[in-house]
């Protein structure tokens, strides 16, 4: 799996994460899907969906920034609960017609990339922890 993308290939920062960059990709596409919403969603679905989205990578961010790995994987373990959360209202925004077909698979294929960096993520992460255990 490779973690980061940047030239020397050394993670200094959450931004070097690859899972990170990723999930930033998914807000961008998260709120300029949500922007073509109907102003009454403004306080509920267009939120939530918001909300989440920041939240995976706001946990990212957060784990990395702990400095025990059972730490980093809480952390890691509640982003990928916001992108399952998400996952979910971005079904429900497109069955409510809010989105189209076409906008919720840029959406699904963004989440499901950043679900698959996150559990190699965690993955790797676990195993860190059981060879400092």
């Given amino acids: 799996m490779i973690v980061s993308n940047n ?3 050394k993670i200094k ?10 999930g930033h990709k998914l807000v961008l596409l998260v709120y300029r899907a949500t922007d073509k919403f109907p102003g009454k969603e403004t306080f509920s679905l267009t939120s939530q ?3 989440c989205a920041i ?14 790995y059972k730490e980093k994987i809480h952390f890691y373990y509640l982003a990928q609960g ?3 959360e998400l996952k979910n209202q971005i079904i429900i925004a497109r069955d409510v017609g809010y989105l189209k077909e076409k906008d919720y698979q840029r959406l699904k294929v963004q989440a499901d990339i950043t679900h698959k960096l996150l ?5 790797s992460s676990k195993g860190f922890l059981n060879r400092k255990s």
């Fill in 119 to 123: 559990q190699g993520l965690i993955k």
């Fill in 49 to 51: 969906l918001t909300r």
């Fill in 82 to 84: 916001s992108l399952s």
């Fill in 13 to 22: 920062e959450f931004t070097d994460l690859m899972v990170w960059q990723e």
């Fill in 7 to 9: 030239k020397s290939g």
């Fill in 55 to 68: 939240s995976v990578t706001s946990n990212i961010s957060e784990g990395f920034g702990r400095q025990t």
